[in-house]
């Protein structure tokens, strides 16, 4: 992950293979995929201080990864940032079991826990929003042509609690 005139990109074989799982979905613009870069760099330099990666491994590849964080001011708020599993492992619970895994240590450090996700509102981001249905997520709220004409952002919330359902 090296960029033209930084001196100290990160070279962090996980976070090359998180790219290109991400690269490989499909989902994500190029100008996604750089701040997936950023994000990752960050992450390589000062681990779990503002990102937490979680990942997901079959038959010795990497089959999705996740990336949340606190959200900054709050006290128990964390935010889902990224989440892609690889287009040969889609489909068999990796995003559910990330997901999953990013909950229960969210429980590890407190009793409980709001996390807020945002994503796309284009008819090819249903699944991504069904996702988020599924696992408990409600949404919060939607600002129209956020992203381009025609392309929502859509906010999902999710809390989350040692002594709750999950909801």
């Known amino acids: 992950m090296k960029?033209?005139?930084?001196e100290h990109a990160v070279e962090n074989l996980l976070a090359e293979k998180c790219l290109a799982a991400a690269r490989s979905t499909g989902a994500f613009t190029p100008g996604e995929l750089d701040v997936l870069e950023d994000v990752l760099i960050e992450w390589s330099l000062h681990p779990g201080k503002d990102y937490v990666l979680l990942t997901d491994w079959s038959e010795g590849e990497l089959a999705g990864f996740l990336v949340y964080g606190p959200t900054p001011m709050t006290d128990f708020?964390?935010?889902?940032?990224?989440?892609?599993?690889?287009?040969?492992?889609?489909?068999?619970?990796?995003?559910?079991?990330?997901?999953?895994?990013?909950?229960?240590?969210?429980?590890?450090?407190?009793?409980?826990?709001?996390?807020?996700?945002e994503t796309?509102?284009?008819?090819?981001?249903?699944?991504?929003?069904?996702?988020?249905?599924?696992?408990?997520?409600?949404?919060?709220?939607?600002?129209?042509?956020?992203?381009?004409?025609?392309?929502?952002?859509?906010?999902?919330?999710?809390?989350?609690?040692?002594?709750?359902?999950?909801?």
Do not use: H, N
């Not at 960029?3 to 930084?6: A, D, L, S, V």
């Not at 287009?87 to 409980?112: D, H």
């Open 77 to 117: 708020a964390f935010d889902l940032y990224w989440i892609a599993v690889d287009p040969a492992f889609q489909k068999k619970g990796i995003g559910t079991k990330l997901e999953e895994k990013m909950c229960s240590a969210l429980l590890v450090q407190s009793t409980r826990a709001v996390i807020r996700v």
């Open 120 to 167: 796309a509102g284009r008819d090819d981001y249903l699944g991504q929003r069904y996702f988020y249905l599924a696992r408990g997520y409600t949404e919060c709220g939607r600002i129209p042509d956020f992203y381009s004409e025609g392309d929502d952002l859509v906010l999902y919330c999710k809390k989350i609690g040692k002594q709750s359902s999950g909801r």
């Open 3 to 6: 960029r033209p005139g930084e």
